[in-house]
């Protein structure tokens, strides 16, 4: 009888040495549950960075659009303005929205802005010819494009002030962009 219990305690704690490695090996309903709500965590923050930066991403293409198109606009009237003989600001009385210039050539050439579509862009109108100086993914609001054209008395040339405002997209949303644009350009008098 004393041989039976000794094995009976052996195969016991045989049991209960098993049964300790296989709580060991295995993970508990707590441990699972907080490892799948940090990972939730973790991927939810990479997913909001991710749009986050794309986002960004829109709106730093959109104000690079709307750099490139007026630095190009403003450069292109500076030279017309600087190659011309005599301009004119259309009304005389600021705020001016045209301007008419002659060149040396004695042709004459309108800027201004032109509706394309429900859409404003700056235009350069030569005879029978219009030259966009913005592109149509731009929009120029209505009444900011404006001239001065300044005729000094004492024998210096004339000079025209330009002033314009690009934007894209929609007002409000979160990739709108909206730059001013102004220079002042003197006439070359030969």
Do not use: H
């Amino acid at each position: 009888m004393g041989r039976w219990r000794k094995d009976a305690y052996i195969a016991s704690c045989a049991e209960t040495e098993e049964m300790a490695m296989i709580k060991k090996n295995g993970f508990t309903l707590i441990e699972l549950l907080i490892v799948v709500t940090l990972s939730g965590m973790l991927i939810l923050a990479a997913v909001s960075l991710f749009f986050t930066s794309l986002v960004g991403n829109e709106k730093t293409s959109s104000a690079l659009s709307v750099k490139q198109n007026g630095d190009y606009a403003i450069s292109q009237i500076g030279r017309l303005i600087r190659n011309s003989r005599t301009a004119t600001c259309v009304p005389a009385s600021p705020p001016s929205t045209q301007l008419t210039l002659i060149g040396n050539d004695g042709g004459t050439t309108t800027l201004g802005a032109v509706a394309v579509g429900s859409r404003y862009q700056i235009a350069s109108t030569s005879a029978a010819l219009t030259g966009y100086l913005t592109g149509y993914d731009v929009n120029i609001p209505s009444g900011s494009v404006s001239f001065t054209c300044t005729n000094p008395t004492d024998g210096s040339p004339a000079y025209v002030s330009v002033s314009f405002t690009l934007t894209k997209g929609v007002v409000g949303d979160r990739d709108y962009v909206s730059l001013p644009f102004k220079t002042s350009v003197g006439l070359r008098t030969y």
